[in-house]
Nanobody, 122 residues
Framework: QVQLVESGGGSVQAGGSLRLSCVVS????????MAWFRQPLGKEREGVAK???????TYADSVKGRFTITKDNAKNTLYLQMNILNDEDTAMYYC????????????????WGQGTQVTVSS
């Protein structure tokens, strides 16, 4: 069974940091395109960071220079290091994966985690 289990969310003051983790199973993690999405309350879900199997990354403009997406293939774990958090980063964060390796945009993700809440206070 395909599973993506997230952890690491919580409440943090503006300017602080959090690291989200996503342990995956049931598919070829090393070959998949992985991503983090977020959905602020009352808003549409948006792509935050994307990591292709070959190692290239894509970040939303709002998080460039602050967030870093990485993975550990040996541990089947995806990470999102979030630094210099601000109020606009408050959202439910989701780990996502493609069934294959094709992910030129943000619309090819079919596997999803349960979400972990990140709340940034000012």
């Amino acid at each position: 069974q395909v599973q993506l289990v997230e952890s690491g969310g919580g409440s943090v003051q503006a300017g602080g940091s959090l690291r989200l983790s996503c342990v995956v199973s049931g598919f070829r993690f090393s070959s998949a395109c992985m991503a983090w999405f977020r959905q602020p309350l009352g808003k549409e879900r948006e792509g935050v960071a994307k990591l292709r199997s070959a190692g290239s990354t894509t970040y939303a403009d709002s998080v460039k220079g602050r967030f870093t997406i990485t993975k550990d293939n040996a541990k089947n774990t995806l990470y999102l290091q979030m630094n210099i958090l601000n109020d606009e980063d408050t959202a439910m964060y989701y780990c996502a994966a493609t069934a294959g390796t094709w992910c030129p945009g943000w619309n090819y993700f079919t596997y999803w985690g349960q979400g972990t809440q990140v709340t940034v206070s000012s």
